[in-house]
């Protein structure tokens, strides 16, 4: 059973646009989540985090969102640019410290 | 979705053995896999790609002679940390790419704590 789902593989949307990705888990023992960003044949890097006394924290052009209750995170994107596109995972983290990731959501940015 | 697994889950050993963590697709033939090491609540650290039938290609400042991989087939992926030492206590993470469908698609293990005493 997965504990970290990201229920949409891909996503495709206009330069300058936001873009949403959404990220769901079913594990209330997740304190920490995180985002990482990667592009084809480079490991993940890391692009923001959240920790489960916020609700929000915001980055730049980035900014995560943690929804408790619904046990639901997603990261905003704005202005998108065509650089973002790339596979997007999410990950969470509990007691022990280790990641268990999300399948991944591909973003695709058309200029 | 496919899944990868990766044996052990946990494992302590004493400083000066050597440990090795398999990793494994199990519904899918993966040409490609990563292993990377992850650091207390933030960073993933990409260790290797480990490519089925050649040499693993390390990332810089990774230890090739340490941190030995083996892609002996399509869906095993063998890391095995040498003369282990306390240092290297960490979460090690395997990931194996699908690339089914014409689209690349990674997907990660479990991961596994390494403890060394």
């Known amino acids: 059973d997965q504990q970290v789902k990201q229920n949409s593989p891909s996503l495709s949307v206009q330069e300058g646009r936001i873009s949403i990705l959404n990220c769901d888990y079913t594990?209330?023992?997740?304190?920490?989540f995180l985002w990482y960003k990667k592009y084809p044949a480079e490991g993940p890097t890391f692009l923001i985090s959240?920790?489960?006394?916020?609700d929000k924290n915001e980055d730049g052009r980035f900014t995560v969102f943690l929804n408790k209750s619904a046990k639901h995170l997603s990261l905003h994107i704005v202005p998108s640019q065509p650089g973002d596109s790339a596979v997007y995972f999410c990950?969470?983290?509990?007691?022990?410290?280790?990641?268990?990731f999300g399948g991944g959501t591909r973003l695709m940015v058309k200029p | 979705g496919a899944v990868v697994s990766q044996h052990p889950s946990r494992v302590i050993c004493k400083s000066g053995t050597s440990v090795k963590i398999e990793c494994r697709s199990l519904?899918?033939?993966?040409?490609?896999m990563f292993w990377y090491r992850q650091f207390p609540k933030k960073s993933l650290m990409l260790m290797a790609t480990?490519?089925?039938?050649?040499?693993?290609?390390?990332e810089q400042g990774v230890e090739k002679d340490k941190f030995l991989i083996n892609h002996a087939s399509l869906t095993l992926s063998t890391l095995t940390v040498t003369s282990a030492h306390p240092e290297d206590s960490s979460f090690y993470i395997c990931?194996?790419?699908?690339?089914?469908?014409?689209?690349?698609?990674?997907?990660f293990g479990p991961g596994t704590r390494l403890t060394v005493l």
């Open positions: 480990s490519n089925e039938g050649s040499k693993a290609t390390y």
């Open positions: 959240i920790s489960s006394i916020k």
């Open positions: 519904d899918f033939q993966a040409t490609t």
């Open positions: 594990n209330s023992m997740f304190d920490y």
């Open positions: 990931s194996a790419t699908d690339t089914r469908g014409g689209v690349d698609t990674q997907y």
């Open positions: 990950a969470a983290s509990g007691a022990g410290n280790m990641l268990t």
